[in-house]
């Protein structure tokens, strides 16, 4: 069975420098909380874009990485610096991409300080590099994307029929003081984000697209979420229920647009009952595979998905099916 994961990522030791000192900032204690403990995602490793990275896939069964910059960072950065280090690392993936074309696909990095740039910066990945959608971390200035600064990258990404993937990143800083403070620095760091802010944020990010009428103007976007989902998927139902098209006046239910729109990976997050609860939720039709390497190893990823008690046709969607529809593989 191939193996497509689809939330793969490397650092660009020039981004995460101009950005690390506005992370801090917005984020105290973040650095700390995530260089105390042990991690999977060593410098070699988050850096790699070939021979490490190839090895690890070899021995792990992975036969293709859709591949997209880690970590917070661009969508911080001012646009006068951001866009010419978003079409730097562009220009390093696609090298990448070339030296192993069979195993390695690049999603872009798009400067959102700047719309207007990064649009024409993933209109030229796709038509001119060869890549198949877009990475966007979060919110810009404690804005989401169906704000209108922000309709020259949806407009692209709706002409040209590429998806983007929302990762999460560095939460606002005001929800982050008010919501996450305890009393120990680290574990406050830690609940803000990949313990909880992160997916939430994500969460709301895609539903407040969804109430905003996001995909009625453009209706070929389409999104993808990790972690399952982001928890959106578990409560489609009480939205349906609580928010109705009475309310809403949109056109249909928030879960059908959720279904029709968004597609959604593991990220790691490889727990058997959250596949079935996504499973039921989604339909096989909406769900790809992803490891989040190097924060997390491949090792046991292929047997998660191999193990998992599904059809064998719902197997290979998930695997790869799904994944080569969507990004036109």
């Keep these: 069975m191939k193996?497509?994961?689809?939330?793969?990522?490397?650092?660009?030791?020039?981004i995460a420098k101009a950005s690390a000192d506005i992370i801090e900032r917005l984020a105290p204690s973040h650095r700390a909380a995530y260089s105390n403990y042990s991690s999977n995602a060593s410098f070699d490793k988050m850096t790699d874009l070939g021979p490490i990275?190839?090895?690890?896939?070899?021995?792990?069964?992975?036969?293709?990485?859709?591949?997209?910059?880690?970590?917070?960072?661009?969508?911080?950065?001012?646009?006068?610096?951001?866009?010419?280090l978003a079409i730097a690392v562009n220009d390093e993936l696609e090298a990448a991409v070339k030296a192993n074309p069979t195993r390695l696909v690049g999603l872009a990095t798009l400067p959102t300080t700047n719309p207007e740039a990064a649009a024409l910066e993933l209109e030229r990945t796709v038509?001119?590099?060869?890549?198949?959608?877009a990475m966007i971390s979060g919110a810009t200035n404690d804005k989401f994307l169906d704000?209108?600064?922000?309709?020259?990258?949806?407009?692209m990404a709706n002409?040209?029929?590429?998806?983007?993937?929302?990762?999460?990143?560095?939460?606002?800083?005001?929800?982050?003081?008010i919501y996450y403070?305890?009393?120990?620095?680290?574990?406050?760091?830690?609940?803000?984000?990949?313990?909880?802010?992160?997916?939430?944020?994500?969460?709301?990010h895609i539903v407040h697209m969804i109430l905003n009428g996001t995909f009625d103007?453009?209706?070929?976007?389409?999104?993808?979420?990790?972690?399952?989902?982001?928890?959106?998927?578990?409560?489609?139902?009480?939205?349906?229920?609580?928010?109705?098209?009475?309310?809403?006046?949109?056109?249909?239910?928030?879960?059908?647009?959720?279904?029709?729109?968004?597609?959604?990976?593991?990220?790691?997050?490889?727990?058997?009952?959250?596949?079935?609860?996504?499973?039921?939720?989604?339909?096989?039709d909406r769900i790809m595979f992803s490891v989040d390497y190097p924060y997390v190893g491949n090792e046991g990823a292929r047997a998660f998905l191999e193990n998992a008690p599904i059809s064998e046709s719902d197997k290979e969607k998930i695997a790869h099916g799904n994944a080569e529809k969507l990004l036109n593989l």
């Design 159 to 177: 002409q040209l029929k590429v998806p983007i993937y929302l990762h999460p990143t560095t939460i606002m800083k005001s929800v982050r003081d």
């Design 147 to 155: 704000e209108d600064e922000f309709i020259p990258i949806l407009e």
């Design 3 to 14: 193996i497509i994961t689809l939330e793969e990522h490397f650092i660009n030791p020039a």
């Design 53 to 84: 990275r190839i090895a690890e896939m070899d021995a792990n069964g992975i036969d293709m990485q859709v591949l997209s910059i880690g970590g917070p960072g661009i969508q911080l950065i001012a646009p006068q610096e951001a866009v010419p």
């Design 181 to 204: 403070n305890c009393k120990n620095p680290d574990v406050s760091a830690r609940f803000a984000a990949s313990g909880w802010g992160w997916h939430m944020e994500v969460g709301i």
């Design 217 to 284: 103007k453009y209706p070929n976007l389409q999104m993808i979420t990790g972690h399952w989902g982001e928890m959106v998927p578990f409560l489609l139902d009480r939205m349906d229920e609580q928010m109705p098209q009475e309310l809403t006046r949109l056109d249909r239910n928030i879960s059908d647009y959720y279904r029709n729109h968004v597609h959604i990976t593991p990220s790691g997050m490889f727990t058997m009952p959250l596949f079935k609860c996504a499973l039921e939720m989604m339909g096989a």
């Design 127 to 133: 038509t001119k590099l060869g890549f198949k959608g």
